[in-house]
């Protein structure tokens, strides 16, 4: 067996987020040398188990192993079948196991990722569950010339935790890997626990109660960023009623003008 190899699968299935729990099974397999092997594993979030089947190949001209992918099991409430999809490791960064839990779940992922001209470029990562493939279902993408600043979005809302630089650091890297995050929401002198989520698709947050019902995001907006708002729309329409007066007066002094050249001629 191919001790580096080994301690390089080892580090690959922890940085994925599979642990170390795998590590004995994992030499065991390629102490084996067969062409191919897979090894599983479980985890629960939020009351639901992910079950991972990894896909391992042996190299055809070495004894070196290479961790292809894995493919996810998630069973989800209110729906009769599994939602399945495989995930391809590659050199750049990878989806890991939390992550890919967090997408079947239908929220949104942000990866550093590369195209194939091998230039990187940062995205988020939505599933389109409308749309399947051989893989499971078809990804789509956000780029980061889509708008979605999160930082911004999140600063048009009264969160506490954003009052802190090092809680708002925690805040942003929890919800670009789409995990659902509790926060505490400042409203009429009170603290209300709710829990939010990335929506880089409507270039908004999703929020959600205790029991994961949806809020109506319209009544959780910081109310000084409203009133800003307001003015500046006050102040537009205040512009544009002084310029629709100003050309309905061009007008009545053309009409007088002619009046006056009619009478002298």
């Known amino acids: 067996m191919n001790e580096k190899n080994f301690e390089y699968l080892s580090d690959q299935l922890k940085y994925t987020g599979f642990g170390e729990a ?24 939020e009351d639901r188990v992910a079950r991972a089947t990894l896909t391992f190949n042996k190299a ?11 493919r996810v ?12 999809h495989t995930f391809y490791m590659g050199k750049g960064s990878n989806i890991t196991m939390k992550e890919s839990y967090n997408l079947l779940m239908g929220r949104a992922v942000n990866k550093d990722l590369t195209n194939k001209e091998g230039a990187s470029y940062n995205a988020w ?29 999140l600063g048009k809302y009264p969160i506490k935790e954003l009052e802190n630089e090092t809680f708002q650091k ?3 890297r929890s919800l670009q890997r789409g ?5 505490t929401f400042l409203k009429e002198d009170k603290h209300i626990k709710l829990f939010i989520e990335a929506n880089p698709q409507f270039k908004s947050i999703g929020i959600y ?10 009544n959780y907006k910081d109310v000084k960023q409203i009133e800003v708002v307001y003015e500046q729309v006050g102040e537009t329409k205040k512009k544009i009623e002084h310029h629709e007066n100003n050309q309905n007066e061009l007008p009545k002094q053309t009409s007088n003008r002619r009046q006056k050249r009619s009478n002298s001629l």
Do not use: C, W
């Open 209 to 218: 109660d205790d029991n994961m019902k949806k809020m109506d995001n319209r």
């Open 170 to 172: 925690d805040l942003i």
């Open 125 to 153: 990562v939505l599933i389109d569950f409308k749309q399947g493939d051989e893989n499971g279902f078809k990804l789509k993408q956000y780029h980061q010339n889509y708008g979605y600043d999160l930082l911004e979005t």
């Open 60 to 70: 055809k001209d070495s004894d070196m192993y290479f961790f292809n992918s894995y």
């Open 179 to 183: 995990n659902l995050q509790e926060v």
């Open 22 to 45: 795998l590590q004995i099974e994992l030499k065991e397999k390629m102490k084996q040398q067969e062409p191919s092997f897979i090894l599983y594993h479980e985890t629960y979030h």
């Open 73 to 84: 099991e998630l069973q989800k409430e209110n729906i009769t079948d599994a939602l399945e």
